[in-house]
């Protein structure tokens, strides 16, 4: 008996690649219909639900980055003031907050970052920081006070009008390390260009659990709702 032949006839080989392509293109169009978009409306609302779900765990996880990487910032580049945030919406004592943050903006302002320091805020709470300032050797006549609202916008609004007014554009922002990122976003929106520089010591200067989780919300807030209503009022350029 003859050993069966090892080669394979034209046809026998013809066939046989017929059939693999065939395989192939199943297995292909199988995949294909696994990968593409669902066209049945209880499709759509899965991909949808899931989209939904999807954002709203990343939102979050972003603002909270955002938070703790601008908490740790500190900016000391030349500008034409330093704006000190009133902790009026603070949740505690507010007293011991503002003189932390005063005290920073006396220290920038003998580091040469800024000429003038600008207060935000209540009357009284703006005479009892320029006393603070005063007596932490600041000039009197470089100490600037503006009685604003008692919000982060309402502060920068009015902070941005004066500074179109004089012509200036620029300022060194001191307020908490977690109430940075939210006091950077809004004045950016109003076109003031902020140089964020956080408390580094004293009440508020922690990136506490609850203080970040009270910013994120917060932020997600101004994000999602009250950004979009906020003029520019000082244009580049």
Do not use: C, K, N
Request: proline share 6%; charged share 15%; aromatic share 4%.
């Amino acid at each position: 008996m003859s050993a069966p032949s090892l080669a394979s006839t034209p046809a026998t080989l013809g066939s046989r690649s017929r059939a693999a392509t065939g395989h192939a293109a199943r297995y292909a169009v199988r995949a294909t219909d696994a990968l593409s978009v669902p066209r049945t409306a209880r499709g759509v609302g899965t991909a949808t639900v899931t989209v939904v779900v999807a954002l709203a765990l990343l939102l979050p996880i972003g603002a909270v980055l955002q938070i703790v990487m601008t908490g740790q910032m500190d900016d000391r580049s030349a500008t034409q003031a330093i704006v000190v945030l009133d902790p009026a919406h603070y949740w505690g004592d507010p007293a011991p907050v503002l003189e932390a943050r005063v005290a920073h903006a006396a220290e920038l302002y003998r580091a040469g970052v800024a000429p003038v320091v600008v207060l935000t805020g209540p009357a009284r709470s703006a005479l009892i920081a320029r006393a603070d300032l005063v007596a932490d050797g600041v000039p009197p006549a470089d100490v600037i006070a503006f009685t604003t609202g008692a919000d982060t916008i309402g502060s920068l609004e009015v902070v941005a009008g004066v500074m179109r007014d004089l012509g200036w554009s620029s300022a060194t922002v001191v307020t908490d390390p977690a109430h940075a990122a939210r006091a950077q976003a809004t004045a950016d929106a109003f076109g003031i260009d902020a140089h964020m520089s956080p408390t580094e010591r004293g009440p508020g200067s922690a990136l506490t659990s609850e203080y970040v989780g009270r910013e994120t919300v917060a932020l997600l807030r101004y994000q999602l709702s009250t950004r979009w209503s906020l003029p520019e009022i000082i244009h580049a350029g």
